[in-house]
């Protein structure tokens, strides 16, 4: 859809600034720490853009001194709308842009990471113009202008307002830039992808891709159970299944640690959970299996792999058999009709009003979506990033509770269908074991989101592909720091906790994460121990 170019550079620095932007690009970007050439103040402050407005300059000095600066974008064609933003920007700068995306239906503004800001990253976000008013409420997709901003169009005018700042606060006319974010913030990060490829030198997508048709398989998923309560399965009862899955299948790899590093090898069966009725049985088949296609509509979704379900009962099925209240109706289909009551009517009920047989519905559902922008993947995209040197990482949680991993998979092979061998210099994936959506699962690592920002520095920096990725189990806090009562995780912010003689943490451990379709296999001698990744080779092939 067209719209305005929001920023233009509004003329040469003043104050401090001396040295004009230089407009060759280097083709592989080089970190030079420095420190700021410009005053933290409104007066000195003077580069913004057009269509940019400064709400506040602050210095800070916890942890380390920085200057904040929050402002707004005004977007429009569809419009008009605002995209707020901020930027910390450290007094020692490590010569690196960082912009963190924050997930959910966003519409806040999430502080910057301790962690990043400490290790001296002009630190930038938005709120993706949604104007949100909770993590998963999509109500504002009614709003043509809000719906396009949170699609697409609001992370790329706040990186560029972000970058234009950065680069006049420490008189730099390049840096090496990441975009980064889990769930919707993943979702924005593979936007910026395929759509802004000049938006960063790397961009790493966990949680996503994903579909608006995920929504229509949730509602699916949703109206089964709600038409014979006895489908519904139990939270505990969905922890069973995770048991006795690991039980069969957690020794294919090798060891038995607990984890099972290739979901795509399990084969559910009626017989492996005898707990179950045939009832619950036919809602575990839906989950797996997903949204089927039907004749005259492509409109399909794939399921969950059950490699670690315990989060998948309650997160996809409620905490309380149907008919569900408010508080135990499950929270993808509570996303959904917030969804649904914004496209279709206020009065819109799918429980009751979607025939997901009828191929015209599902076409009718899918064009509702393609209104309002968003969802729109294809490869083929990426052709923009490959010419101009950027690189992708995906990765996602194995057991991901909330978005289907297999989407990450099904993008993946169709990156190396179109590109090839090629692929392999600006694309790499990765299937987190055990974790669940963006962070969390018994067993997993806690190290992720850092491990990938410094993988993709030493292939955007050093020109490294990574082929795996070595990550810990170090104890970790989740830092929900946002400027608004929602709070919603951010890839990459998190704060070491203290080993003590109580962490909860389990066996201390270094995994081997391989670039996909390889997976670690256990290759170490009788004896040896399975928690140290030097006992793991990249030898074993997801079987799709």
């Not at 002009?122 to 949604?130: E, F, N, P, Q």
């Not at 929602?486 to 066996?507: C, F, I, N, R």
Request: glycine share 10%; net charge neutral.
């Amino acid at each position: 859809m067209r719209y305005r170019t929001m920023l233009m550079m509004a003329g040469a620095l003043t104050g401090s600034l001396t040295t004009p932007f230089a407009a060759a690009h280097d083709p592989r970007p080089v970190a030079i720490p420095g420190v700021a050439a410009a005053a933290c103040s409104p007066e000195a402050i003077t580069w913004a853009g057009k269509d940019v407005a400064i709400e506040s300059i602050r210095w800070l000095a916890d942890p380390v001194p920085y200057c904040r600066i929050d402002g707004v974008v005004r977007t429009a064609n569809p419009g008009p709308n605002t995209v707020g933003f901020m930027i910390a920007l450290p007094q020692s700068w490590n010569g690196r842009y960082l912009m963190t995306i924050p997930g959910g239906s966003a519409g806040y503004i999430v502080n910057p990471s301790r962690e990043h800001l400490t290790a001296g990253y002009a630190v930038a976000t938005t709120d993706k113009g949604s104007h949100s008013r909770g993590a998963l409420d999509m109500s504002f997709r009614g709003d043509p202008a809000k719906s396009e901003d949170y699609a697409h169009r609001g992370t790329h005018v706040a990186a560029v307002a972000t970058q234009t700042l950065a680069r006049g606060y420490y008189n730099r006319s390049a840096m090496p830039r990441y975009i980064m974010g889990c769930s919707g913030g993943g979702v924005s990060t593979l936007m910026e992808a395929e759509r802004y490829a000049g938006d960063a030198d790397g961009f790493i997508a966990a949680g996503a891709p994903t579909s608006a048709h995920v929504q229509t398989f949730w509602a699916y998923v949703a109206q089964h159970v709600a038409r014979d309560p006895a489908r519904w399965i139990s939270p505990a009862d969905m922890t069973r299944v995770g048991q006795a899955i690991v039980a069969k299948y957690d020794a294919a790899d090798g060891a038995r640690d607990g984890l099972i590093w290739d979901p795509t090898q399990i084969r559910l069966s009626h017989s492996l959970f005898p707990f179950l009725s045939d009832a619950q049985y036919s809602t575990l088949e839906i989950l797996a299996g997903g949204l089927p296609p039907v004749a005259g509509s492509d409109v399909a979704a794939p399921g969950f792999w059950f490699a670690n379900p315990s989060l998948l009962g309650p997160i996809a099925l409620g905490t309380a058999p149907p008919p569900w209240t408010d508080k135990t109706r499950p929270p993808l289909f509570g996303s959904t009709v917030l969804s649904m009551k914004a496209l279709r009517a206020t009065g819109y009920d799918a429980l009751t009003q979607m025939d997901f047989g009828d191929p015209a519905q599902r076409n009718e559902d899918d064009a509702l979506w393609a209104r309002v922008g968003g969802y729109g993947y294809d490869p083929a995209n990426l052709a923009a990033m490959q010419r101009t040197g950027g690189k992708l990482i995906m990765w996602t949680g194995a057991s991901d509770e909330s978005i289907p991993p297999a989407y990450t998979a099904d993008y993946s092979d169709a990156v190396r269908a179109r590109y090839g061998a090629e692929s392999g210099n600006f694309f790499q994936s990765f299937f987190v074991p055990g974790m669940f959506h963006c962070r969390g699962g018994e067993g997993s690592p806690t190290y992720s989101s850092r491990a990938m920002l410094d993988a993709m520095q030493r292939w955007v920096e050093g020109g490294t592909p990574p082929a795996d990725i070595i990550m810990t189990n170090s104890p970790r806090t989740l830092e929900l720091n946002s400027t608004s009562n929602t709070s919603m995780y951010v890839s990459g912010m998190s704060l070491e906790k203290p080993v003590t003689a109580d962490s909860d943490a389990g066996v201390a451990r270094s995994y081997r994460i391989c670039a996909y379709p390889s997976v670690s296999k256990f290759t170490g001698a009788e004896g040896s121990d399975v928690s140290d990744a030097r006992n793991w080779k990249c030898t074993g092939m997801m079987k799709r």
